[in-house]
């Protein structure tokens, strides 16, 4: 995966199943684009700061693959994308800017 500023999230790899595009205002609130973005990336889960983003327990779901000509944007399974599309707690999580990509270091 390659870190980009606005990355999509499907839940398969077409683009007709975009459940969030980061970049737009309809899925992250633009006070919350300005001051934070509407996401993080690390290699490393226990870096400082990240707490304050995604809270005590944080809602995990593991990425698949990715999408795109480049491999920006995340692709997760079916059943995850249920699991934020049915709870409106969950939604706001990423209207809120409360996503943080966990990447590989041996992968960049």
């Known amino acids: 995966m390659e870190p980009t ?19 737009e205002a309809e899925y992250v609130d633009p006070v919350q684009l300005a001051s934070d973005g509407p996401g993080a990336y690390t290699t490393d889960v226990q870096a400082a700061g990240l ?4 809270g005590s327990d944080p809602l995990r ?9 480049n491999p920006t944007d995340i692709v997760i399974s079916e059943a995850d994308a249920r699991l934020i599309k049915a709870s409106a707690h969950n ?3 990423l209207q809120q800017g409360r996503l943080v990509i966990v990447l590989d270091p041996g992968s960049l």
Do not use: Q
């Open 91 to 93: 939604r706001r999580l």
């Open 5 to 23: 500023l606005f990355p999509g999230i499907y839940y398969t790899s077409g683009p007709e199943d975009l459940l969030y595009r980061l970049s």
């Open 51 to 54: 707490a304050d983003r995604i």
């Open 61 to 69: 779901i593991l990425a698949i693959g990715t999408f795109g000509t």
